[in-house]
Nanobody
Framework: QVQLVESGGGLVQAGGSLRLSCAAS????????MGWYRQAPAKERELVAS??????MYADSGKGRFTISRDNAKNTVYLQMNNLKPEDTAVYYC??????????????WGQGTQVTVSS
C-alpha cells in the first residue's frame, strides 16, 4: 500500500503565498507522475498542476503564479503558490500515479488540505 501525507494548507490574505507538500511512502515501485488537484464548494475537482520526470503541466488558472516541483529522493511533490486570489480557495488534493512491476499503474489520492484566501 501507498500512503500520501499532505501539508502546507492554511489561511492567507490575497496576494500571499503558500507551499503545499505531499510525501508518498510505502510500496513504491516507480512514481509515474505527481500532481495537485483542487475542489471548491459546489464545483468539480480540477487539475492544478502535474509533473513527470521530464515535464510539467499547469492549468490556465495557475500559470505564472504556481510552480510544481518534485524531490525524487524523498518521493515528495510541492506546489508553490504565489499571488493567491480568493478564487484559489479550495481543498487541494495530491494525486500520485505509481507504476507496478506488472506494467500497470495505480492512482493514489491524498486526504486533502484546505487553502483559504481572504480578500
Amino acid at each position: 500500500q501507498v500512503q500520501l501525507v499532505e501539508s502546507g494548507g492554511g489561511l492567507v490574505q490575497a496576494g500571499g503565498s503558500l507551499r503545499l507538500s505531499c510525501a508518498a511512502s510505502g510500496s513504491i515501485f516507480s512514481i509515474n507522475s505527481m500532481g495537485w488537484y483542487r475542489q471548491a464548494p459546489a464545483k468539480e475537482r480540477e487539475l492544478v498542476a502535474s509533473i513527470t520526470t521530464d515535464s510539467t503541466m499547469y492549468a490556465d488558472s495557475g500559470k505564472g503564479r504556481f510552480t510544481i516541483s518534485r524531490d525524487n529522493a524523498k518521493n515528495t511533490v510541492y506546489l508553490q503558490m504565489n499571488n493567491l486570489k480568493p478564487e484559489d480557495t479550495a481543498v487541494y488534493y495530491c494525486r500520485v500515479v505509481i507504476d507496478t512491476p506488472w506494467s500497470t499503474s495505480r492512482i493514489y489520492w491524498g486526504q486533502g488540505t484546505q487553502v483559504t484566501v481572504s480578500s
